[in-house]
Nanobody, 126 residues
Framework: QVQLVESGGGLVQPGGSLRLSCTAS????????ISWFRQAPGREREGVSC????????YYSDTVKGRFTISRDNAKNTVYLQMNSLKNEDTAIYYC???????????????????WGQGTQVTVSS
């Protein structure tokens, strides 16, 4: 079964950190650009970050730039999102998904379907 599985979400205080993981099964991530999206209740889905298959291209939304870092370990078939200096407004369900080679879905340039994970909840609250 081809799927992406997110993990690492949880409850954290403002200013804290979390690391999300996106692990693929039935799919070799070496060839895929992977993006992280988030959606909070009542808000539109937001492309947060993206990394190309070789790691040469990365994208961050303005809302997370300087706080979040995306990386990948193709040997582990996993993409990570390190989230530091978390704010209340980072609270959302975080999803990973396949993207175009130039991170166009995450950047909002195109709207295309891909393979999505089931999401992991991140709650930032004191």
């Amino acid at each position: 079964q081809v799927q992406l599985v997110e993990s690492g979400g949880g409850l954290v205080q403002p200013g804290g950190s979390l690391r999300l993981s996106c692990t693929a099964s039935g799919l070799t991530l070496d060839y895929w650009t992977i993006s992280w999206f988030r959606q909070a209740p009542g808000r539109e889905r937001e492309g947060v970050s993206c990394i190309s298959s070789d790691g040469d291209i990365t994208y961050y939304s303005d809302t997370v730039k300087g706080r979040f870092t995306i990386s990948r370990d193709n040997a582990k078939n996993t993409v990570y999102l390190q989230m530091n200096s978390l704010k209340n407004e980072d609270t959302a369900i975080y999803y990973c998904a396949t993207d175009s080679p130039a991170c166009e879905v995450a950047a909002g340039i195109i709207n295309a379907s891909g393979l999505w994970g089931q999401g992991t909840q991140v709650t930032v609250s004191s």
